[in-house]
Protein backbone atom coordinates (compact mmCIF):
# COMPACT_ATOMS: atom_id res chain seq x y z
CA UNK A 1 0.00 0.00 0.00
CA UNK A 2 2.71 2.26 1.01
CA UNK A 3 4.51 4.56 -2.26
CA UNK A 4 8.29 3.72 -1.46
CA UNK A 5 10.79 0.76 -0.43
CA UNK A 6 10.70 1.64 3.85
CA UNK A 7 13.70 -0.11 5.42
CA UNK A 8 12.34 -2.31 8.01
CA UNK A 9 12.87 -5.08 6.56
CA UNK A 10 -4.24 -11.04 11.40
CA UNK A 11 -7.77 -13.69 10.68
CA UNK A 12 -5.20 -16.29 8.95
CA UNK A 13 -5.67 -16.91 5.12
CA UNK A 14 -7.35 -20.54 4.25
CA UNK A 15 -4.21 -21.10 2.07
CA UNK A 16 -2.79 -23.83 -0.18
CA UNK A 17 0.18 -23.03 1.79
CA UNK A 18 -1.03 -24.53 5.46
CA UNK A 19 1.14 -27.29 5.48
CA UNK A 20 3.88 -24.37 6.64
CA UNK A 21 1.68 -23.86 9.61
CA UNK A 22 1.54 -27.84 10.39
CA UNK A 23 5.45 -28.40 9.88
CA UNK A 24 6.75 -25.89 12.30
CA UNK A 25 8.82 -27.47 15.10
CA UNK A 26 9.39 -25.83 18.24
CA UNK A 27 12.23 -27.79 20.41
CA UNK A 28 10.45 -29.61 23.04
CA UNK A 29 12.25 -28.73 26.61
CA UNK A 30 14.60 -31.34 27.85
CA UNK A 31 14.02 -33.96 30.72
CA UNK A 32 15.86 -32.91 33.21
CA UNK A 33 19.04 -34.69 34.65
CA UNK A 34 19.10 -33.63 37.94
CA UNK A 35 15.70 -34.57 39.01
CA UNK A 36 16.16 -37.57 40.14
CA UNK A 37 18.53 -35.76 42.83
CA UNK A 38 15.59 -33.31 43.52
CA UNK A 39 13.60 -36.89 44.07
CA UNK A 40 16.53 -37.90 46.74
CA UNK A 41 16.96 -34.58 48.88
CA UNK A 42 13.76 -35.12 50.07
CA UNK A 43 10.91 -32.31 50.64
CA UNK A 44 9.33 -31.84 47.20
CA UNK A 45 8.87 -35.11 46.26
CA UNK A 46 8.46 -38.33 47.36
CA UNK A 47 10.62 -36.79 50.54
CA UNK A 48 11.39 -39.60 53.41
CA UNK A 49 12.04 -36.66 56.14
CA UNK A 50 8.65 -36.91 57.87
CA UNK A 51 9.69 -35.39 60.83
CA UNK A 52 10.49 -31.89 58.60
CA UNK A 53 14.17 -31.94 59.33
CA UNK A 54 17.24 -32.41 57.01
CA UNK A 55 20.69 -32.49 56.87
CA UNK A 56 22.99 -29.78 56.11
CA UNK A 57 24.68 -31.64 52.56
CA UNK A 58 20.93 -32.28 51.47
CA UNK A 59 19.72 -28.45 51.33
CA UNK A 60 23.09 -27.90 49.28
CA UNK A 61 21.95 -30.94 47.36
CA UNK A 62 18.79 -29.70 46.52
CA UNK A 63 19.77 -26.11 45.94
CA UNK A 64 22.13 -27.04 43.29
CA UNK A 65 19.61 -29.45 41.81
CA UNK A 66 16.82 -26.42 41.38
CA UNK A 67 20.26 -24.35 39.47
CA UNK A 68 20.69 -27.03 37.50
CA UNK A 69 17.19 -27.80 36.66
CA UNK A 70 17.37 -24.16 35.65
CA UNK A 71 20.05 -23.70 33.44
CA UNK A 72 19.49 -27.30 31.66
CA UNK A 73 16.16 -26.96 30.46
CA UNK A 74 16.39 -25.02 27.35
CA UNK A 75 13.16 -22.49 26.58
CA UNK A 76 10.80 -23.38 23.76
CA UNK A 77 11.23 -20.47 21.69
CA UNK A 78 8.51 -18.21 21.01
CA UNK A 79 6.66 -18.58 17.73
CA UNK A 80 7.24 -17.11 14.45
CA UNK A 81 4.45 -14.64 12.45
CA UNK A 82 4.78 -12.99 9.22
CA UNK A 83 3.05 -10.39 7.48
CA UNK A 84 3.10 -9.99 3.56
CA UNK A 85 1.71 -6.86 2.12
CA UNK A 86 1.61 -6.94 -1.68
CA UNK A 87 0.67 -3.04 -2.59
CA UNK A 88 0.59 -0.86 -6.25
CA UNK A 89 4.10 -0.12 -5.95
CA UNK A 90 5.97 -2.63 -3.36
CA UNK A 91 5.63 -5.70 -2.46
CA UNK A 92 7.14 -6.07 1.59
CA UNK A 93 7.55 -9.34 3.79
CA UNK A 94 8.27 -9.08 7.16
CA UNK A 95 8.92 -12.01 9.90
CA UNK A 96 9.35 -11.99 13.28
CA UNK A 97 9.56 -13.72 16.65
CA UNK A 98 7.37 -13.03 19.66
CA UNK A 99 8.52 -11.61 22.73
CA UNK A 100 7.61 -10.45 26.49
CA UNK A 101 7.40 -6.63 25.19
CA UNK A 102 7.05 -6.60 21.19
CA UNK A 103 8.84 -8.99 18.85
CA UNK A 104 12.68 -9.34 17.19
CA UNK A 105 12.60 -9.09 13.52
CA UNK A 106 14.01 -12.54 11.90
CA UNK A 107 14.05 -11.82 8.37
CA UNK A 108 12.37 -9.43 5.73
CA UNK A 109 12.18 -8.66 2.13
CA UNK A 110 11.40 -5.40 0.20
CA UNK A 111 11.25 -5.20 -3.38
CA UNK A 112 9.57 -2.08 -6.05
CA UNK A 113 7.69 -4.02 -8.37
CA UNK A 114 4.88 -1.16 -9.56
CA UNK A 115 2.23 -3.76 -9.85
CA UNK A 116 -0.27 -1.34 -10.72
CA UNK A 117 1.62 0.22 -13.29
CA UNK A 118 -0.91 1.21 -15.75
CA UNK A 119 -3.97 0.21 -14.18
CA UNK A 120 -5.53 3.97 -14.24
CA UNK A 121 -5.79 3.95 -17.70
CA UNK A 122 -6.10 0.19 -18.83
CA UNK A 123 -7.83 -1.46 -15.61
CA UNK A 124 -5.88 -4.09 -16.00
CA UNK A 125 -2.02 -5.30 -14.47
CA UNK A 126 0.55 -5.24 -17.08
CA UNK A 127 2.05 -8.45 -18.20
CA UNK A 128 5.61 -7.59 -17.51
CA UNK A 129 4.29 -5.61 -13.82
CA UNK A 130 3.25 -9.48 -13.18
CA UNK A 131 6.03 -11.12 -14.36
CA UNK A 132 8.03 -8.60 -11.27
CA UNK A 133 5.96 -9.18 -9.12
CA UNK A 134 5.56 -12.96 -9.43
CA UNK A 135 9.59 -13.04 -8.72
CA UNK A 136 9.21 -11.18 -5.99
CA UNK A 137 6.67 -13.26 -4.49
CA UNK A 138 8.58 -16.31 -4.84
CA UNK A 139 11.01 -14.90 -2.77
CA UNK A 140 8.75 -14.08 -0.21
CA UNK A 141 7.70 -17.70 -0.64
CA UNK A 142 10.66 -18.99 -0.44
CA UNK A 143 11.19 -17.30 2.93
CA UNK A 144 8.29 -18.75 4.21
CA UNK A 145 8.81 -22.37 3.69
CA UNK A 146 12.23 -21.95 5.48
CA UNK A 147 10.95 -20.24 8.23
CA UNK A 148 7.75 -21.73 8.53
CA UNK A 149 5.66 -19.36 10.49
CA UNK A 150 3.07 -20.23 13.16
CA UNK A 151 0.74 -18.01 11.83
CA UNK A 152 0.84 -15.48 9.02
CA UNK A 153 -1.51 -13.58 6.84
CA UNK A 154 -1.01 -12.07 3.30
CA UNK A 155 -2.52 -9.31 1.93
CA UNK A 156 -3.03 -7.48 -1.46
CA UNK A 157 -4.48 -3.88 -1.57
CA UNK A 158 -5.21 -0.80 -4.15
CA UNK A 159 -4.03 -2.81 -7.43
CA UNK A 160 -5.46 -6.22 -6.48
CA UNK A 161 -8.72 -4.36 -5.92
CA UNK A 162 -9.07 -2.12 -8.75
CA UNK A 163 -7.43 -4.25 -11.66
CA UNK A 164 -9.88 -6.67 -13.64
CA UNK A 165 -7.22 -9.61 -14.37
CA UNK A 166 -6.13 -9.42 -10.65
CA UNK A 167 -8.25 -12.61 -9.93
CA UNK A 168 -6.40 -14.73 -12.96
CA UNK A 169 -2.53 -13.43 -11.06
CA UNK A 170 -3.90 -14.31 -7.66
CA UNK A 171 -5.01 -17.55 -9.16
CA UNK A 172 -1.31 -18.13 -10.60
CA UNK A 173 0.48 -17.29 -7.61
CA UNK A 174 -1.42 -19.88 -5.41
CA UNK A 175 -1.00 -22.88 -7.80
CA UNK A 176 2.41 -22.01 -8.84
CA UNK A 177 3.66 -20.70 -5.13
CA UNK A 178 1.56 -22.19 -2.88
CA UNK A 179 0.62 -17.94 -1.51
CA UNK A 180 -2.94 -17.40 -1.21
CA UNK A 181 -3.33 -13.55 -0.73
CA UNK A 182 -6.14 -12.23 0.47
CA UNK A 183 -7.57 -8.87 -0.75
CA UNK A 184 -8.49 -6.24 2.18
CA UNK A 185 -11.27 -3.72 1.36
CA UNK A 186 -10.14 0.05 2.21
CA UNK A 187 -11.61 0.00 5.70
CA UNK A 188 -10.08 -2.74 6.81
CA UNK A 189 -6.59 -1.44 5.28
CA UNK A 190 -6.79 1.92 7.13
CA UNK A 191 -7.35 -0.08 10.57
CA UNK A 192 -4.39 -2.26 9.49
CA UNK A 193 -2.26 1.02 9.42
CA UNK A 194 -3.41 2.53 12.80
CA UNK A 195 -3.33 -0.68 14.71
CA UNK A 196 0.61 -0.64 12.77
CA UNK A 197 1.33 2.79 14.21
CA UNK A 198 -0.17 3.20 17.15
CA UNK A 199 2.49 3.62 19.69
CA UNK A 200 3.67 6.43 17.76
CA UNK A 201 0.66 8.35 18.79
CA UNK A 202 1.35 10.81 22.05
CA UNK A 203 0.17 9.78 25.08
CA UNK A 204 -1.26 13.27 25.83
CA UNK A 205 -3.21 14.18 22.54
CA UNK A 206 -6.83 14.37 22.58
CA UNK A 207 -6.71 13.12 18.74
CA UNK A 208 -4.46 12.56 15.87
CA UNK A 209 -4.71 12.31 11.60
CA UNK A 210 -2.80 9.16 10.13
CA UNK A 211 -2.29 9.24 6.81
CA UNK A 212 -0.90 6.26 4.75
CA UNK A 213 0.22 7.65 0.92
CA UNK A 214 -0.09 4.47 -1.05
CA UNK A 215 0.93 3.64 -4.89
CA UNK A 216 -2.87 3.55 -5.81
CA UNK A 217 -4.80 4.79 -3.07
CA UNK A 218 -3.71 6.61 0.13
CA UNK A 219 -6.13 5.87 3.68
CA UNK A 220 -6.46 8.46 6.80
CA UNK A 221 -7.75 8.01 9.68
CA UNK A 222 -9.00 10.46 11.92
CA UNK A 223 -8.73 9.16 16.07
CA UNK A 224 -10.76 10.76 18.73
CA UNK A 225 -9.75 10.15 22.34
CA UNK A 226 -12.04 12.16 24.06
CA UNK A 227 -14.41 10.03 25.15
CA UNK A 228 -11.38 7.68 26.60
CA UNK A 229 -8.49 5.87 24.90
CA UNK A 230 -7.92 2.10 24.50
CA UNK A 231 -4.94 0.48 26.44
CA UNK A 232 -4.03 -1.61 24.09
CA UNK A 233 -2.11 -0.62 21.61
CA UNK A 234 -3.70 -3.45 19.16
CA UNK A 235 -6.94 -1.53 19.74
CA UNK A 236 -6.48 1.82 19.18
CA UNK A 237 -8.45 1.45 15.53
CA UNK A 238 -12.05 1.25 17.77
CA UNK A 239 -11.00 5.10 18.51
CA UNK A 240 -11.19 5.94 14.39
CA UNK A 241 -14.12 8.42 14.09
CA UNK A 242 -14.11 8.60 10.70
CA UNK A 243 -11.64 7.04 7.73
CA UNK A 244 -11.89 7.83 4.07
CA UNK A 245 -9.84 5.87 1.12
CA UNK A 246 -8.71 8.43 -1.25
CA UNK A 247 -8.74 7.40 -5.22
CA UNK A 248 -5.18 8.56 -5.86
CA UNK A 249 -1.65 7.59 -5.26
CA UNK A 250 1.91 7.82 -5.67
CA UNK A 251 1.79 6.08 -9.16
CA UNK A 252 -1.99 7.72 -10.16
CA UNK A 253 -0.81 10.53 -10.23
CA UNK A 254 2.58 10.24 -11.98
CA UNK A 255 0.83 8.86 -14.79
CA UNK A 256 -1.73 11.33 -14.58
CA UNK A 257 0.57 14.85 -14.02
CA UNK A 258 4.30 13.42 -15.05
CA UNK A 259 6.42 12.97 -12.28
CA UNK A 260 10.12 13.48 -13.31
CA UNK A 261 10.22 17.06 -14.01
CA UNK A 262 7.32 18.96 -12.07
CA UNK A 263 7.41 23.05 -12.72
CA UNK A 264 5.69 24.82 -9.55
CA UNK A 265 2.55 25.51 -11.55
CA UNK A 266 2.19 21.19 -12.07
CA UNK A 267 2.74 20.61 -8.44
CA UNK A 268 0.09 23.18 -7.13
CA UNK A 269 -2.52 20.95 -10.10
CA UNK A 270 -1.53 18.06 -8.67
CA UNK A 271 -2.72 19.53 -5.07
CA UNK A 272 -5.67 21.02 -6.25
CA UNK A 273 -6.67 17.63 -7.81
CA UNK A 274 -5.98 15.53 -4.34
CA UNK A 275 -7.94 18.71 -2.01
CA UNK A 276 -10.75 17.99 -4.25
CA UNK A 277 -10.96 14.13 -3.09
CA UNK A 278 -10.22 15.35 0.69
CA UNK A 279 -14.13 16.91 0.12
CA UNK A 280 -15.85 14.05 0.54
CA UNK A 281 -14.22 13.07 3.84
CA UNK A 282 -16.77 12.36 6.78
CA UNK A 283 -16.31 14.94 9.86
CA UNK A 284 -13.68 17.39 7.72
CA UNK A 285 -15.07 20.30 9.63
CA UNK A 286 -15.38 18.70 12.91
CA UNK A 287 -11.97 17.74 12.38
CA UNK A 288 -10.84 21.44 11.58
CA UNK A 289 -12.49 22.20 14.94
CA UNK A 290 -10.64 19.79 17.08
CA UNK A 291 -7.57 20.95 15.74
CA UNK A 292 -8.23 24.38 16.57
CA UNK A 293 -9.64 23.56 20.37
CA UNK A 294 -7.39 20.52 21.08
CA UNK A 295 -3.92 19.11 20.98
CA UNK A 296 -4.00 16.81 17.61
CA UNK A 297 -0.84 15.71 15.47
CA UNK A 298 -0.41 14.07 12.08
CA UNK A 299 1.02 10.67 11.03
CA UNK A 300 2.54 10.32 8.26
CA UNK A 301 2.74 6.71 6.90
CA UNK A 302 4.87 6.33 3.54
CA UNK A 303 7.83 6.30 1.72
CA UNK A 304 7.01 10.01 0.78
CA UNK A 305 7.15 11.23 4.25
CA UNK A 306 10.03 8.80 5.42
CA UNK A 307 12.01 10.56 2.63
CA UNK A 308 11.51 14.09 3.54
CA UNK A 309 12.40 13.21 7.28
CA UNK A 310 15.95 11.23 5.77
CA UNK A 311 16.14 15.01 3.61
CA UNK A 312 15.56 17.13 6.66
CA UNK A 313 18.28 15.02 8.63
CA UNK A 314 20.73 14.96 6.04
CA UNK A 315 21.74 11.25 5.62
CA UNK A 316 24.46 10.36 4.04
CA UNK A 317 21.98 6.91 3.23
CA UNK A 318 18.46 6.07 4.78
CA UNK A 319 18.64 4.67 8.05
CA UNK A 320 14.88 3.54 9.93
CA UNK A 321 16.54 4.32 13.57
CA UNK A 322 16.97 7.38 12.74
CA UNK A 323 13.23 8.03 11.30
CA UNK A 324 10.60 6.02 12.40
CA UNK A 325 9.17 7.97 15.74
CA UNK A 326 10.76 11.62 14.30
CA UNK A 327 8.88 14.80 15.17
CA UNK A 328 8.82 17.30 12.60
CA UNK A 329 7.48 20.53 12.82
CA UNK A 330 4.83 22.70 9.59
CA UNK A 331 8.38 24.80 9.13
CA UNK A 332 11.16 21.73 8.74
CA UNK A 333 8.33 19.85 6.53
CA UNK A 334 7.89 23.12 4.14
CA UNK A 335 11.82 23.99 4.01
CA UNK A 336 12.48 20.50 2.98
CA UNK A 337 9.63 20.09 0.65
CA UNK A 338 10.47 23.48 -0.84
CA UNK A 339 14.15 21.82 -1.20
CA UNK A 340 12.99 18.93 -2.85
CA UNK A 341 10.61 20.71 -5.52
CA UNK A 342 13.80 22.11 -6.00
CA UNK A 343 15.71 19.64 -6.60
CA UNK A 344 16.06 18.56 -10.87
CA UNK A 345 15.09 14.69 -11.56
CA UNK A 346 19.03 13.84 -11.91
CA UNK A 347 20.01 15.01 -8.27
CA UNK A 348 16.82 13.31 -7.00
CA UNK A 349 18.20 9.51 -8.64
CA UNK A 350 21.22 10.61 -7.15
CA UNK A 351 20.03 11.52 -3.73
CA UNK A 352 20.75 8.21 -1.31
CA UNK A 353 17.44 9.11 0.34
CA UNK A 354 15.20 8.99 -2.73
CA UNK A 355 17.56 6.72 -5.93
CA UNK A 356 16.01 6.31 -9.04
CA UNK A 357 13.14 3.83 -8.53
CA UNK A 358 11.54 6.68 -6.30
CA UNK A 359 12.69 9.63 -8.02
CA UNK A 360 9.16 10.07 -10.44
CA UNK A 361 7.55 9.44 -7.37
CA UNK A 362 8.38 11.14 -4.52
CA UNK A 363 7.39 14.49 -5.81
CA UNK A 364 3.25 13.37 -6.70
CA UNK A 365 3.65 11.51 -2.89
CA UNK A 366 4.63 15.15 -1.40
CA UNK A 367 1.81 16.82 -3.69
CA UNK A 368 -0.71 14.00 -1.78
CA UNK A 369 0.85 15.29 1.48
CA UNK A 370 0.38 18.93 0.99
CA UNK A 371 -3.40 18.82 -0.05
CA UNK A 372 -3.57 17.09 3.56
CA UNK A 373 -1.65 19.53 5.49
CA UNK A 374 -3.53 22.53 3.91
CA UNK A 375 -7.30 20.60 4.71
CA UNK A 376 -6.13 19.70 8.50
CA UNK A 377 -3.17 22.30 9.67
CA UNK A 378 -1.03 20.74 12.64
CA UNK A 379 1.96 22.18 14.30
CA UNK A 380 3.39 18.75 14.32
CA UNK A 381 3.73 15.78 12.09
CA UNK A 382 5.21 12.35 13.46
CA UNK A 383 7.18 10.30 11.01
CA UNK A 384 6.11 6.75 10.95
CA UNK A 385 8.20 3.78 8.85
CA UNK A 386 6.07 1.14 9.72
CA UNK A 387 2.37 0.61 8.68
CA UNK A 388 0.23 -2.14 7.49
CA UNK A 389 2.56 -5.02 7.66
CA UNK A 390 2.99 -4.24 11.78
CA UNK A 391 -0.34 -3.99 12.17
CA UNK A 392 -0.95 -7.66 10.75
CA UNK A 393 1.73 -8.58 13.12
CA UNK A 394 0.05 -7.28 15.91
CA UNK A 395 -3.28 -8.20 15.15
CA UNK A 396 -2.50 -11.94 15.07
CA UNK A 397 -0.03 -11.61 17.88
CA UNK A 398 -3.23 -9.77 20.48
CA UNK A 399 -5.30 -12.74 18.67
CA UNK A 400 -2.98 -15.69 19.48
CA UNK A 401 -2.59 -13.88 23.53
CA UNK A 402 -6.04 -13.88 23.72
CA UNK A 403 -6.58 -17.71 23.29
CA UNK A 404 -3.52 -18.68 25.73
CA UNK A 405 -5.35 -19.70 29.23
CA UNK A 406 -4.58 -17.02 31.36
CA UNK A 407 -2.73 -18.36 35.05
CA UNK A 408 -4.60 -17.96 37.82
CA UNK A 409 -2.75 -16.61 40.83
CA UNK A 410 -2.49 -19.44 43.70
CA UNK A 411 -3.78 -18.07 47.38
CA UNK A 412 -1.06 -17.39 50.05
CA UNK A 413 -1.70 -20.39 52.68
CA UNK A 414 0.73 -18.84 55.49
CA UNK A 415 -1.37 -20.41 57.92
CA UNK A 416 -3.95 -22.74 58.82
CA UNK A 417 -5.64 -19.66 60.40
CA UNK A 418 -5.05 -17.83 57.71
CA UNK A 419 -6.55 -20.62 55.33
CA UNK A 420 -9.70 -20.30 57.46
CA UNK A 421 -9.70 -16.84 57.35
CA UNK A 422 -9.94 -16.64 53.87
CA UNK A 423 -12.35 -19.10 53.49
CA UNK A 424 -14.66 -17.01 56.06
CA UNK A 425 -14.02 -13.99 53.98
CA UNK A 426 -14.75 -15.77 50.83
CA UNK A 427 -18.50 -17.11 52.23
CA UNK A 428 -19.86 -14.14 53.33
CA UNK A 429 -18.88 -12.49 49.96
CA UNK A 430 -21.18 -15.32 48.89
CA UNK A 431 -24.20 -14.70 50.99
CA UNK A 432 -24.46 -11.54 48.91
CA UNK A 433 -24.83 -12.41 45.39
Known sequence: MTDENRSAVAPSPQSGAQNRQQGTNVPDASPNDASNGAAK???????????GKSSGPRRKAKRRTNNSSRTNVPRRKAPLYAALDLGTNNCRLLIVRREDKGYRVVDGFTRIVRLGEGISSTGRLDDAAMERTFEALKMCAGKLDHHAPTSF??????ACRAANNAPDFLARVK?????????IDRK???????????????KDTKGALLFDIGGGSS?????????????QHGKLATSIRSWQSLPVGVVTIAEKFGGEHVPPEKFEDMVAYVAQKLQHFRGREKLKQMIEDHPVHLIGTSGTVTTLAGLHLGLDRYERSKVDGLWMTTEQLTDTMRVLLAMPYERRVANPCIGKDRADLVIPGCAIFEAIRREWPTERVRVADRGLREGILISLMDAD???????????????????????TTMQKGGDHD
Not at 175 to 183: A, H, V
Open 41 to 51: SGGVKGGSAAS
Open 153 to 158: RLIATE
Open 175 to 183: RDLGLELEI
Open 188 to 202: TEAQLAVTGCSDLVE
Open 219 to 231: ELAWMDFRGGRPK
Open 401 to 423: RAKSPRRRRKPKNTSSTGRNAQN
